[in-house]
């Protein structure tokens, strides 16, 4: 009887451990990526080469004083109306000057990240100016509480490597208010390596001194930057933004690694053949990094070359499509191929519900921009409507699809023991299957990721457990998260002090 019973419960203990899933992860974030090259080698030269001429010969427009003194000194050359010319040399400089990998810390450390070679991280980016409400289902103005919420909402999931603001506070008016207490958000919920922006240069200093605060005393955080910026000094067509190059310089004074961002649209703001926009927009992200490792070479910067897409019938952006995952696919695969770390952008689903259009479109862009290698893979998580929204069950959904592209990227291991001789023998002449072998278990708990969102049961199952769709079960995870999960990473001493000297709205 003992027996009979011991044996009842090691099956009951051993289908629990099954169902939990596997203890070690298998699929972690920072799998290996490459395998997809939409791009010969022969495409990649001429797109280059064409990248080069451009800066050669056009070069960049609406170069501010500063700036435009510094590249001359580098060798920048005067062109027609007001345009400076970069010579090739120039350009292979820096290229042979930038970073190649640096880390991301998180304030954490076992949570930092190496950005570069090959390695790939999904996280975050945006400025929605919408949320999808939870409990209602529609959209309305997003908020400095929203963003907490998303903000302790992703510290809880797992294949968010890195964490910047997906909504925009509608409700902070005074520009410095709103990069502040951005920033706090990120400080005050979450570990993992962060970014933000900054509306004007000015406001890089105080933010600094919050953030050293943060860290420990004055300078500490310079000494190991916990954020990165996020900055776009390149407007399309090939001109530089005077207020985000003052950014540049205030970031790079204050040792905040910078991902620059290059966000031109094909048909609008670059030329609508995909070619052509790929060339364009490549130039313009050299122009970022010449200017960056002019001011100081090898300065870590992401090479944020992100090319977006307007659907040409209505002029609207589109997020979503075979031309955007393309796309973003060959610029990972330029930057890789320069040996920059590259940033690129996915998941940007014009879908405003969490449907069918939904899925399709950020499975297509998000595995495509994975399998090219892009090593930073930007507004991936929680993204809706165009960029224009932002949603808490999308989060969810989005953390499980890339525990899926992270199982992909990693291939198959092709060992002795995973081959499989002994096990198929032993099947073939003994039970007839391979239910329960040792060696089924052990690929189990190894080798395979058990969705808890996606619904795997017979249709009879699912209709008994109540006919739901993914949306209703992110929303309850979603719910329940927000309900459990309140990080507050700051020590009330630190959060005293910054309340003090700043205005904190929550």
């Known amino acids: 009887m003992t027996a009979k019973n011991g044996r009842r419960t090691g099956r009951k203990d051993r289908r629990a451990r099954r169902a939990a899933g596997p203890e070690v992860n298998p699929c972690p974030p920072g799998q290996r990526g490459g395998a997809y090259r939409p791009l010969t080698p022969r495409d990649l030269e001429r797109i280059f080469e064409t990248a080069l001429r451009l800066l050669e010969t056009l070069g960049m427009g609406e170069v501010p004083a500063r700036l435009h003194a510094d590249l001359a000194k580098a060798g920048a050359v005067e062109g027609e109306r007001g345009r400076l010319r970069f010579p090739r040399k120039m350009v292979e400089r820096a290229i042979a000057n930038a970073a190649r990998t640096f880390v991301l810390h998180g304030r954490d450390e076992r949570r930092s990240i190496e950005v570069g070679g090959d390695r790939v991280h ?17 959209y309305r103005p997003s908020t400095l509480a929203d963003l907490h919420d998303f903000t302790r909402l992703q510290d809880a999931l797992t294949n968010i490597s890195w964490f910047t603001r997906p909504c925009v506070a509608t409700d902070v008016a005074d520009s410095f208010d709103l990069d502040l207490n951005t920033a706090y958000a990120l400080c005050w919920h979450t570990t993992k390596p962060t970014a933000t922006s900054f509306t004007r240069a000015e406001h890089v200093a105080p933010i600094v001194e919050m953030l050293d605060i943060v860290a420990g005393g004055p300078g500490k955080f ?23 190059v003052d950014v540049v310089y205030e970031c790079i004074r204050h040792n905040i690694p910078v991902s620059c961002i290059t966000a031109a649209q094909a048909g609008a703001t670059a030329p609508a053949t995909l070619a052509g926009f790929l060339a364009q927009s490549l130039a313009e992200t050299l122009a970022s990094l010449v200017m960056v490792n002019t001011i100081q ?57 969490i449907d069918a259009q939904y899925g399709m479109e950020k499975g297509i862009s998000s595995f495509a921009a994975a399998a090219a290698g892009g090593n930073l893979i930007y507004e991936s998580s929680g993204m809706t409507a165009s960029l224009l929204g932002a949603s808490f069950e999308a989060f969810v959904l989005d953390d499980e699809m890339h525990s899926h592209t992270y199982r ?15 096990a198929i023998c032993e099947a073939v002449l003994g039970a007839g299957h391979f239910l329960g072998g040792a060696h089924t278990h052990a690929a189990m708990e190894r080798d395979y990721f058990y969705p808890s969102l996606a619904d795997r049961s017979p249709p009879q199952s699912w209709a008994e457990m109540g006919a739901r769709d993914a949306w209703s079960r992110a929303r309850e995870r979603a719910k329940a998260l927000l309900a459990t999960h309140h990080p507050a990473y700051l020590t009330d001493e630190q959060d005293r002090a910054i309340r003090a000297k700043f205005n904190v709205l929550i």
Request: overall charge negative.
């Open 297 to 353: 070479p090898g300065f870590p910067m992401v090479f944020s070359n992100w090319p977006l897409v307007v659907d040409l019938r209505t002029g609207a952006f589109a997020g979503g499509g075979g031309e955007t995952a393309l796309l973003n696919a060959a610029s990972a695969q330029l930057s890789n191929w320069l040996g920059l770390p590259s940033g690129v952008a996915c998941s940007m689903t014009d879908a405003k519900a």
């Open 222 to 244: 310079s000494k190991r930057p916990f954020m990165k910026a996020h900055i776009s000094p390149v407007i399309s067509p090939m001109r530089f933004g005077e207020d985000a």
């Open 408 to 422: 992909a990227l990693r291939g198959i291991e092709v060992t002795d023991e995973n081959l499989g001789f002994d």
């Open 122 to 138: 999904f996280g975050t980016g945006g400025a929605a100016v919408l949320t999808l409400d939870i409990d209602s289902g529609l």
